[in-house]
């Protein structure tokens, strides 16, 4: 039997790959450019008794949907730039409260309103420094339609697994073109479900730390009783400010993901093997750079991509690693120079990083990147 | 037999955090006292709060609680509803924390009109932070960022509530600590959105800078300016000049509950697949 094949858009098929992983709570805010996510929801969820909502605000949306999540749903909530700084206080809510959500931010130019309808990747710095304190930070930045509905599976299934919100971040390239979909089978792709704790209610407490760095979830209205609140919590959910026990619960929050890079990062190595130039892209502009690469191949340049796939937790490794080998990293990026900071970071001067940087509204040019391979002695 | 409140609080998270003399103990207990009349399910029922001294409610009751950010307890709460309709959702908090921060999520959830019960503690002040003035402050009053008199007009929480949308609406005080529990019973039981105002006291930020010499002045006060709306109802416009109307004071069955609506949507949608 052939595979059902659509032609979607990125924020449709975004919503089809929430439907896919079991999502089953929707709230929201009207935004562009993410608005068709909501629409699709809105007419899929309740077919199968989810419950889409439209709240009063961004910040609302955010708050429902972790409310949800504590009472067992798996939840998403879709915005843009705006609306993403309106979330940030409750991203960090979920953080400390470790529950389990996904945020889809497409990413419009800004700040502010900025260009609603102009592509742009500058909010991948507020993907990890957007809320206030220290804590975890997931976020995938798919470069396609198809790879958007499976990042969206897998943003779930990471949430699931580490207890902590997970963002997908799409420029609005991707949230908006077209392009073929192949759907997986029922199945197909592994959908994780929640750690469900396996000790009594009178035992259960929401941040056990006997059960590892992850501790079971319980769903309110599921017979357990339990304690949640965005203060410094002891492992039984009640507040504290024992100095002991706030260090070590602060270093847990970011070890769950911290000691798991290598379960979270994804990322492409096209052309790598003995390259000289490397663009480094993430997103749309992954795109104009494959193309550039291939090009630059053509009249003589050992050129490469690596593409980022995972935006946080950062690939240090492998940046490190290709910094130490490589003449120069080429970084396109729609924002004034953000993914070239963690660059310069990890190449800690061994290779010089090499930026080009649209705020726009225009994509970047397969040429303006070959130019720039080409500068590269 | 005296009422076994222990029943329903949390061993071991008691004292609580307020001040001798503030009014919010007295509205848990009436909180208590309504919960065991209706006997609601411990594990089924959610409490949820904002930020404030009142928010610090849920933490000392034995249920789901959540305790969540500042003004945001209606935002999470409808969350919870939505997802698990079955369970009792009661909301706690004060005035600061409701009609300022939260005054949007509050007017929302007046106006879908969603099963759950809201309680929110009048202490005209912010408490936790020292005692600035709240949206609830009477014009010309004290606080610790209003030294020269507040300029600004305070709401009226029932008539916020009405004019958003709220299906069931009614006002104590901390004084009648026995109507407290019948109000909120009543809230409970009605199907829609209900909002009871605990008009409360706080002696540290705002009694002190408000000329009130003790919490028994500030009680007397409560008991003073307290009219039952019966009693109201034989009561000249003069005679009711500086006086707050208690009891029941808006009740309206007929518009669509929320959860009870979405159900229906659900049903539509699965007969269009």
């Known amino acids: ?377 | 037999m005296a009422f076994d409140y222990d029943k329903y609080l949390r061993p071991g998270k008691l004292p609580h955090i307020w001040c001798p003399g503030c009014g919010h103990g007295i509205v848990m207990k009436g909180l208590i006292r309504a919960m065991d009349t209706l006997k609601l399910k411990k594990e089924e029922t959610a409490i949820v709060s904002g930020i404030g001294c009142a928010s610090r409610l849920p933490g000392y009751i034995d249920c789901c609680t959540l305790h969540t950010a500042h003004g945001r307890a209606a935002a999470f709460a409808t969350g919870v509803k939505m997802a698990k309709p079955e369970m009792n959702v009661i909301l706690v908090g004060g005035d600061g924390d409701g009609t300022a921060i939260g005054g949007n999520h509050f007017i929302h959830a007046c106006r879908r009109n969603i099963d759950m019960t809201y309680i929110i503690m009048n202490n005209y002040i912010y408490g936790m932070t020292g005692g600035q003035f709240s949206p609830c402050t009477p014009t010309g009053h004290k606080a610790s960022t209003t030294p020269y008199g507040n300029p600004d007009p305070g709401f009226d929480i029932a008539k916020l509530a009405i004019g958003a949308g709220a299906t069931f609406v009614a006002r104590g005080t901390a004084f009648h600590a026995n109507q407290i529990d019948k109000l909120i019973v009543e809230a409970i039981q009605h199907k829609g959105f209900s909002v009871v105002e605990i008009l409360d006291d706080c002696p540290t930020t705002y009694g002190r800078r408000n000329k009130y010499k003790s919490v028994i002045e500030m009680m007397n006060r409560l008991k003073e300016v307290a009219v039952p709306v019966k009693a109201a109802e034989k009561m000249t416009a003069e005679q009711l000049q500086g006086k707050i109307l208690t009891g029941v004071l808006y009740k309206e069955e007929t518009k669509p509950e929320y959860t009870a609506e979405y159900a229906k949507v659900i049903e539509r949608a699965k007969a269009s697949k």
């Open chain 1, 1 to 377: 039997m052939s595979k059902k094949v659509a032609f979607l858009q990125g924020n449709e098929a975004a919503a089809h790959g929430a439907l896919y992983a079991g999502c089953d709570f929707f709230a929201g805010y009207p935004i562009t450019p993410s608005t068709e996510v909501s629409e699709v929801l809105s007419a899929e969820l309740p077919k199968t008794g989810g419950k889409f909502l439209q709240m009063e605000d961004e910040i609302a949306a955010m708050a429902a949907i972790l409310g949800a999540s504590l009472a067992g749903s798996k939840v998403l909530t879709s915005t843009s730039g705006p609306g993403l700084s309106l979330k940030q206080e409750l991203i960090g809510y979920g953080c400390i409260a470790e529950i389990p959500c996904v945020v889809y931010n497409v990413m419009r130019g800004g700040p502010s309103t900025g260009m609603p309808t102009g592509p742009s990747q500058s909010d991948v710095m507020c993907a990890k420094w957007g809320t206030h304190g220290d804590h975890p930070a997931i976020c995938l930045t798919p470069a396609s339609v198809q790879e958007t509905y499976e990042e969206v599976i897998r943003a779930f299934n990471l949430s699931e697994k580490y207890r902590t919100p997970v963002m997908v971040m799409p420029d609005e390239i991707v949230a908006h073109m077209r392009e073929r979909i192949v759907f997986p089978e029922p199945g197909e792709i592994e959908v994780l479900p929640r750690k469900s704790p396996t000790v009594p209610p009178e035992q259960y407490k929401p941040y056990d730390t006997s059960f590892g760095d992850v501790p079971p979830l319980a769903a309110f209205g599921s017979g357990y009783k339990f304690h949640v609140t965005g203060l410094n919590k002891m492992q039984d959910g009640f507040p504290t400010t024992k100095a002991e026990i706030v260090q070590a619960e602060e270093e847990r929050q970011v070890r769950k993901v911290d000691a798991n890079i290598d379960d979270i990062v994804q990322f492409e190595e096209y052309m790598l093997d003995d390259a000289e130039v490397v663009v480094v892209a993430y997103g749309s502009t992954s795109r104009s750079a494959r193309y550039a690469v291939n090009v630059a191949r053509e009249q003589g340049i050992k050129a490469g991509m690596f593409r980022i796939k995972t935006f946080w937790p950062f690939p240090d490794k492998q940046i490190k690693a290709l910094a130490g080998k490589v003449k120069g990293i080429v970084i396109p990026e729609m924002n004034l120079g953000m993914c070239s900071l963690e660059l310069e970071r990890c190449a800690q001067g061994k290779t010089p990083i090499l930026g080009i940087f649209r705020v726009d509204g225009e994509p970047i040019n397969p040429d303006q990147i070959l130019d720039k391979i080409k500068e590269v002695k």
